[in-house]
T-cell receptor, first 111, second 117 residues
Framework: GENVEQHPSTLSVQEGDSAVIKCTYSDSASNYFPWYKQELGKGPQLIIDIRSNVGEKKDQRIAVTLNKTAKHFSLHITETQPEDSAVYFCAASSRDDKIIFGKGTRLHILP | DTEVTQTPKHLVMGMTNKKSLKCEQHMGHRAMYWYKQKAKKPPELMFVYSYEKLSINESVPSRFSPECPNSSLLNLHLHALQPEDSALYLC????????????????FGPGTRLTVT
């Protein structure tokens, strides 16, 4: 089945700098890649997603890139702010119609 | 509006109790999901309902019993739980269930924090 690896597990960046989180997937049939942000005590919030027919997608300060050949996809957050501190999960669709999550990245924005 | 609501926010129950978790969405979504999330882990799929019918059961123990009374409501009935069942229980919904080449955005509720004593 599908397997999603996510790195790093923890990331600390200075406020105003950029943060990059990387994921790889194993199943070449996966075609949908959402990213979720989870703040303490809350449910995961869908922040951006990308489908396999697109290489890049941007929404204000966040962007996602997809390399189908290498089976890599990444989340980029620019001009980071304190409210960006959270756990971020990447995910990929699977052949058996489920969403498989990476293990998460805890992002700390340092003042 | 992409809101999924869940009640209660917190629940403490003994191993002999029976309780229920409730989830509601009014987005017209036809697929609803239950996930379990342990601390510092990603959500793990438990059940998927599509058009009010159970379509995926991830080999969940029978002490968890899902129910979908209508297209807006999803319940999870709990009975004879174990302390290791303590976790955040998340409900999600999507326009339709992911199928073949088509995947739909899943929107999560805030979760119910369950503690089994």
């Amino acid at each position: 089945g599908e397997n999603v690896e996510q790195h790093p597990s923890t990331l600390s960046v200075q406020e105003g700098d950029s943060a990059v989180i990387k994921c790889t997937y194993s199943d070449s049939a996966s075609n949908y890649f959402p990213w979720y942000k989870q703040e303490l005590g809350k449910g995961p919030q869908l922040i951006i997603d990308i489908r396999s027919n697109v290489g890049e997608k941007k929404d204000q300060r966040i962007a996602v890139t997809l390399n189908k050949t290498a089976k890599h996809f990444s989340l980029h957050i620019t001009e980071t702010q304190p409210e960006d501190s959270a756990v971020y999960f990447c995910a990929a669709s699977s052949r058996d119609d489920k969403i498989i999550f990476g293990k998460g990245t805890r992002l700390h924005i340092l003042p | 509006d992409t809101e999924v609501t869940q009640t209660p926010k917190h629940l403490v129950m003994g191993m002999t109790n029976k309780k229920s978790l409730k989830c509601e969405q009014h987005m017209g979504h036809r697929a609803m999901y239950w996930y379990k999330q342990k601390a510092k882990k990603p959500p793990e799929l438990m059940f998927v309902y599509s058009y009010e019918k159970l379509s995926i059961n991830e080999s969940v123990p029978s002490r968890f019993s899902p129910e979908c009374p209508n297209s807006s409501l999803l319940n999870l009935h709990l009975h004879a739980l174990q302390p290791e069942d303590s976790a955040l229980y998340l409900c999600a919904s999507s326009w339709m269930r992911t199928s073949g080449q088509t995947s739909y955005e899943q929107y999560f509720g805030p979760g119910t924090r369950l503690t089994v004593t």
